[in-house]
Nanobody, 124 residues
Framework: VQLQASGGGLVQTGGSLRLSCAASGFTLDYYAIGWFRQAPGKEREGVSCISSSDSDGSTYVVESVKGRFTVSRDSAKNTVYLQMNSLKPEDTAVYYC????????????????WGQGTQVTVSS
């Protein structure tokens, strides 16, 4: 059972990145998936969440990224995405995905499976 976040990189202010959260050993559709970030010297922050397809599949993004970040699923690829547009320097952080391994879970989740992070750096 493993989660892997990928897709980070270095981008200029105003640019876009799409992060992917891929799973091996379990099906992401059944669980709520959250995206988190942690900047140097700061606490980890919840960024976004998508409820399981067995619940209502609802999505949530934190106020600071509303209108810029979108979370979605691709069931065929067993992957959850975080599309990040209009990036700002304050979005610089290591981004993680996590799964609430309760079947049919919805946001906000209680996350028990965490992937390794992917670095996002936004230059000014």
């Amino acid at each position: 059972v493993q989660l892997q976040a990928s897709g980070g990189g270095l981008v200029q202010t105003g640019g876009s990145l799409r992060l992917s959260c891929a799973a091996s050993g379990f099906t992401l559709d059944y669980y709520a998936i959250g995206w988190f970030r942690q900047a140097p010297g700061k606490e980890r922050e919840g960024v976004s969440c998508i409820s399981s397809s067995d619940s209502d599949g609802s999505t949530y993004v934190v106020e600071s990224v509303k209108g810029r970040f979108t979370v979605s699923r691709d069931s065929a690829k067993n992957t959850v995405y975080l599309q990040m547009n209009s990036l700002k320097p304050e979005d610089t952080a290591v981004y993680y995905c996590a799964a609430d391994r309760t079947a049919g879970s919805s946001c906000p989740g209680r996350y028990s499976s965490w992937g390794q992070g992917t670095q996002v750096t936004v230059s000014s």
